[in-house]
């Protein structure tokens, strides 16, 4: 009885002792890795400027884009990241590696779309991502690019206004105009008319200086002899607040120069207040009817 009593305790003890290192083992396989260099972490925003283009084709992609590269997770084997640049947000995945005080990054978008590519920076005195871009596709128009970005939170802000220096003008949808121009003061005078054609283009009014579309609801008599291109921008003015990034040329034009824009999503329409939902109802339907004067404006 004592033997067996013995052989009973021996099997337990035994079983305790497994059980033990199974969980051991298990909660050491379950530990996440260690982050690093969480500093890092946030958006780095700046301009995305063509470097490399074949110049043997008619130009459709923009020169300079605004671009956010958002760093999420740093661990000795993996980064984790996004892009969010004209249009498009796309995951990154890749690693970094530290040589003396530079600190290196290659970080790969899925290759799944026809604009992924592969970025490759360094961060310089903590404040500075330097780099450039090389797309997956060799025959892409625009095949290189470079950037310098700086780190920049991005907050929602209902009352950040357009700045009032430059004129927004469209240049992204000019049209040609026949003008006649007489070289003599005498209306009579038809044998010294010229006839020639010019390119013209669109211009916003003060108008998207003084209305905000996020913090007052709209009347109708606020937006009835409105442009069509102030309705335009006054609407696409609160989804720049939110952090929209935006695919059409034409509005990438008014917005990506504007200091306080930061693209931080493709689809912002849940983070809209409803103020800005009926503000933007109301302008999309102006616009249908609203016409635009045209002018010539040098580049």
Known sequence: MKKLFCLLLSIF???????????????????????????????????????ERDTTRAESEMYINKI?????????????????????????????TIDGNTVHFILNEPGDDKNDGVFDFEIKNDT???????????????????????????????????????????YQNPK????????????????????YMTTVYREASESIFTINSSTKKLKESDVKNLKKLDLEILRNTIFARHGLTFKTKTVRQF??????????????????????KE?????????????????????
């Not at 379950?30 to 969480?38: F, L, M, R, S």
């Not at 084997?77 to 990154?92: D, F, K, M, T």
């Not at 503000?279 to 580049?299: H, P, Q």
Request: charged share 30%; with cysteine; aromatic share 10%.
């Open 176 to 195: 040609e105009e026949q003008v006649t121009e007489s070289e003599s003061d005498n209306p009579e005078d038809a044998k010294e008319e010229e006839t």
């Open 68 to 96: 956010n590269i958002v760093i999420k997770k740093i661990t000795e084997s993996e980064v984790l990241g996004q892009s969010i640049v004209a249009g498009n947000s796309r995951p990154l995945k890749g690693k970094m």
């Open 13 to 51: 003890l035994f079983s305790c002792n497994s059980k033990e290192k199974n969980s051991i083992t298990q909660n050491a396989d379950n530990k996440q890795p260690e982050e690093i260099h969480t500093d890092f972490y946030g958006s780095w925003v700046g301009d995305f400027t063509v470097l």
């Open 279 to 299: 503000n933007i109802v109301l302008l999309k339907r102006f616009e249908k009817y609203a016409e635009d004067n045209y002018d010539s404006f040098g580049r």
């Open 255 to 276: 917005f990506d120069d504007v200091y306080w824009y930061i693209p931080v999503s493709d689809n912002v329409n849940n983070e809209l207040t409803a103020v800005e």
């Open 128 to 170: 500075l991502l330097v780099g450039t871009w090389t797309a997956n596709n060799t025959k892409k128009e625009v095949h290189k690019r470079k950037y310098e970005l700086y780190k920049k939170a991005f907050k929602y802000n209902a009352n950040l206004m357009l700045p009032e220096e430059g004129m927004y003008i469209d």
